[in-house]
């Protein structure tokens, strides 16, 4: 009888320690779900900071849970769009050698390119759209492409730049795009250009002159009234015997008139960047395009900024 009372005893114990276990399992998936809701909802309202808090939470009070991966690359997301680079580029990199087999290993490479790319690093933005094109990825390796083609256009490498939009794919959505890029680019040979050979002959016949073909009509005024002024004087000295004075100014003279020289050729120089820099900003306004990940259509879209 009393074998019997406590195998009844021992069977009631295990049966509450198993419902218990599994109400604080219940309460502990529950709660892990708050935390990670209320990141999202944190995110949703572009309060990037208290989500990348909240989601490092969720990260420190469930490091095996179902969303830690997800959380690991809104960090790294938020850290994107506050413009964080260096820590969305740590983000990245963080995920990148956790989640080595994720779904969106290649989406969160993808991302780390861009951000490299954003924070002025375009040799290793380049490195990481490689490994996408390498691994020829079927959701990003085209746009990783393109994204090098922008980076070559930023580099004024409008060879490199052609090669890269020639390397996307005709079946993808990004062929018409790069084709229209690529009609562009060709005005680039059409752009007006200002020879510095030609200024420096200028310059050299009439001080001034450089300076108003490369349309710096104040710089051509100043330069003319300051050598004329002093090619007159030193000849006024001359024409009066006055050697001795007349061989200063001359000395001087020389240093303005080469100066003139080449202050009109770097004019020049500075005009074509000028207009090369133009070109480069507004294709880019045109043709920049960016890709994220719809959490609700679980599909990669293109943007557009106007």
């Known amino acids: 009888m009393l074998i019997r009372l406590f195998r009844t005893a021992i069977a009631c114990t295990l049966f509450l320690a198993h419902l218990y276990s599994i109400q604080a399992w219940g309460s502990e998936g529950t709660e892990s779900a708050s935390v990670f809701g209320f990141a999202?909802?944190?995110?949703?309202?572009?309060?990037?900071?208290r989500a990348i808090g909240e989601y490092k939470r969720y990260q420190f009070l469930y490091p095996a849970g179902d969303l830690s991966e997800?959380?690991?690359?809104?960090?790294?997301?938020?850290?994107?769009?506050?413009?964080?680079?260096?820590?969305?580029?740590?983000a990245c990199n963080l995920f990148i050698s956790k989640y080595r087999d994720s779904l969106r290993y290649y989406e969160m490479l993808y991302l780390k390119g861009r951000v490299e790319k954003l924070d002025k690093k375009n040799d290793e933005a380049l490195r990481t759209f490689d490994l996408i094109i390498n691994a020829q990825d079927p959701t990003y390796s085209d746009k990783a492409i393109y994204q090098k083609a922008l980076a070559m256009l930023e580099r004024a490498d409008w060879r490199g730049t052609r090669n890269f939009l020639l390397q996307v794919p005709k079946e993808s959505p990004l062929n018409l795009t790069a084709a229209a890029f690529l009609s562009d680019l060709d005005n680039v040979d059409k752009l007006p250009h200002k020879?510095?050979?030609?200024?420096?002959?200028?310059?050299?016949?009439?001080?001034g002159a450089g300076h108003l073909y490369t349309e710096r009509p104040r710089d051509a005024l100043l330069a003319f009234l300051l050598n004329g002024s002093f090619i007159w004087g030193a000849v006024e000295l001359?024409?009066?015997?006055?050697?001795?004075?007349?061989?200063?100014?001359?000395?001087?003279?020389?240093?303005?008139?080469?100066?003139?020289?080449?202050s009109a050729v770097s004019s020049a120089h500075k005009y074509n960047q000028q207009i090369q820099q133009e070109f480069i900003r507004?294709?880019?306004?045109?043709?920049?395009?960016?890709?994220?990940?719809?959490?609700?259509?679980?599909?990669?879209?293109?943007?557009?900024?106007f």
């Not at 507004?282 to 900024?305: A, G, H, I, M, P």
């Open 238 to 262: 001359f024409r009066h015997d006055n050697y001795a004075a007349g061989g200063i100014l001359t000395f001087f003279e020389l240093g303005w008139y080469g100066g003139n020289i080449y």
């Open 282 to 305: 507004n294709t880019k306004d045109k043709f920049n395009l960016s890709f994220y990940r719809d959490s609700e259509v679980k599909t990669v879209l293109l943007t557009k900024r």
């Open 195 to 207: 020879s510095p050979k030609t200024v420096g002959i200028l310059a050299t016949v009439l001080p």
């Open 70 to 90: 997800t959380a690991a690359f809104r960090i790294a997301e938020s850290y994107f769009k506050a413009k964080r680079w260096p820590e969305a580029i740590a």
């Open 40 to 49: 999202e909802s944190l995110y949703e309202e572009a309060d990037y900071f």
